[in-house]
């Protein structure tokens, strides 16, 4: 599993006239706390999070903030690494009142992802940049740009630097390893992403969670069989690694038995926490998707946004209308989705602003692209200023890549392939994007660059809503005489 946590050295701390000194080795990172059990408590839980015992990590980071509440990193990385969205938001206000507490490099990383928490873009990336420049020899601060570039910003190609050099730093540093894989696979370097991966396992090898990654990276290459073997040998090294078992219902449902991917999910959910019972959820219900079942689909995503809505989690409510909206036949119903789904976001919510702004992002994106199958550009135009309204505020890279891939199907359904082709490109991980970017190739005559495209889009093996609707048809398109065209259509079809 693609993880999300970091490590830090065990810091050496020196009492001097009650006032705490913080030392740390050459490649450590800050830990400033007055109390030896929270900082025991703090490195037990990074111990387990590097090994994606999600659960355990997080109370014990939880019992190093009550042990020290003014213990700050501790703090910020509940506010980061939390699965609840509101605890983030707490946490992170705790982060910020702690922060004069801490050493100065603690004091950049809080003011980093707290600023990014509240989309506060530039001075988060002041804060980043800043402790990069001063602490080049930290591992860990590398590992965290590449991870926060990654998974924060999906933007593989450009953390797969921060990555690499940490593992030069300490090659021996597991993490870095397991994440740079997943970059190049999500660029589509499989040899590389399999290469360092193969490491990783060899660091691990009594861990569940390097089988985990080793099956996802082989399911995203479409090697479902070796995937199914790699989640079922982390299941046997450690029965209770639930995302393994996800892992299973994602295969399945990639390889067609909708019936079976229930199933698996179905034992996921059984031991999940409340965000992840959301989350896994909406992958449940684009099984329904995948199979032509819409009314099975609607009941299922409804379902999801009833759980989410109780749960106060309103960017998981917005997803699940707006993943209704995307394989309506019926344009009407679909826009009643997408309004549900920004009423959702437009309540008032105890989340991170950042979260609210990426899912408005997807779904104004959404509206943009139903009305340009409806063929009403004009309205479509209106909805993309929205959206570069929204980037103003928040100069994310997820609101950015919504944007971009808009205004490249705008562009597309305009005739102005050449035009088009930077927006999307800029978006190309998205399978939308992919489809209108392809046609953007045949239409300048980049005909080499098309087939490369298709060919990643035919592989597309993420289980992603956005899979379940444009690559089946896709891959049916491509074996029929007929050439592919991007618009004109139903929003999901």
């Known amino acids: 599993m ?24 050459p490649d450590g990172m800050e830990m400033t706390t007055k109390s030896a059990k929270a900082r025991a408590s703090f490195v037990d839980g990074l111990a387990k999070m590097e090994t994606l015992h999600i659960d355990e990590g997080l109370q014990s980071w939880r019992n190093a903030a009550k042990q020290d509440p003014n213990f700050a990193l501790a703090h910020i990385f509940l506010a980061y690494f939390a699965q609840d969205p509101t605890e983030q938001v707490r946490e992170r206000d705790k982060a910020l009142a702690t922060r004069p507490l801490a050493g ?110 080793f099956a996802e990276i082989s ?89 989410a809505n109780h749960e106060d989690f309103a960017n998981l409510q917005a997803e699940a209308y707006r993943s209704m909206a995307l394989y309506q036949k019926d344009p009407e119903k679909a826009l009643d989705s997408l309004r549900r789904a920004e009423t959702a976001l437009h309540d008032t919510h105890k989340i991170p602003q950042l979260l609210i702004d990426q899912e408005l992002s997807l779904v104004l994106r959404a509206r943009t692209e139903q009305a340009i199958a409806g063929g009403n550009l004009e309205r479509a135009a209106m909805v993309l200023q929205q959206i570069e309204n929204l980037i103003g505020a928040t100069p994310d890279a997820v609101v950015r890549a919504s944007y971009n891939g808009a205004a490249g199907d705008l562009l597309v359904a305009q005739g102005k392939y050449a035009d088009a082709i930077g927006h999307l490109e800029d978006d190309i991980r998205s399978p939308y994007s992919m489809r209108s970017l392809i046609v953007a190739y045949e239409k300048t005559g980049a005909t080499d660059r098309a087939k490369e495209l298709s060919a990643r889009l035919l592989g597309f093996n993420e289980p992603l809503i956005e899979q379940a609707i444009i690559v089946p048809a896709f891959r049916k398109s491509q074996s029929e005489p007929k050439a592919i065209t991007t618009h004109g259509h139903h929003l999901g079809q």
């Open 2 to 25: 693609l993880k999300f946590f970091i490590r830090v050295v065990v810091l050496a701390v020196l009492f001097c006239g009650g006032i705490l000194a913080c030392a740390k080795t």
């Open 104 to 213: 100065p490099e603690e004091r950049l990383i809080v003011d980093w992802l707290a600023n990014a928490s509240k989309s506060k873009w530039i001075p988060a990336i002041q804060a980043m940049n800043e402790a990069l420049v001063k602490y080049k020899q930290d591992r860990h601060l590398a590992w965290l740009a590449g991870w926060w570039l990654l998974l924060a910003q999906d933007q593989p190609g450009q953390a797969i630097p921060h990555f690499e050099r940490a593992i030069k730093i300490d090659p021996t540093f597991a993490d870095p390893w397991n994440e740079v894989a997943y970059c190049y696979a999500r660029t589509g370097n499989f040899d590389q992403a399999f290469q360092h991966i193969k490491r990783y396992t060899e660091l691990l090898p009594n861990e569940a969670n390097p089988q985990d990654s």
């Open 219 to 307: 399911r995203m290459a479409g090697r479902f069989e070796e995937a199914l073997a790699h989640y079922r040998a982390s299941l046997k090294i450690d029965p209770t690694f639930t995302v393994s078992q996800l892992g299973l219902g994602d295969t399945y449902a990639l390889m067609g038995d909708q019936v079976r991917a229930r199933a698996e999910y179905a034992i996921a959910l059984q031991k999940a926490t409340k965000v992840q019972a959301v989350q896994w959820s909406l992958q449940s219900a684009a099984t329904y998707v995948r199979e032509g079942d819409w009314s099975g689909a609607d009941a299922a995503f409804q379902a999801a946004a009833q759980s």
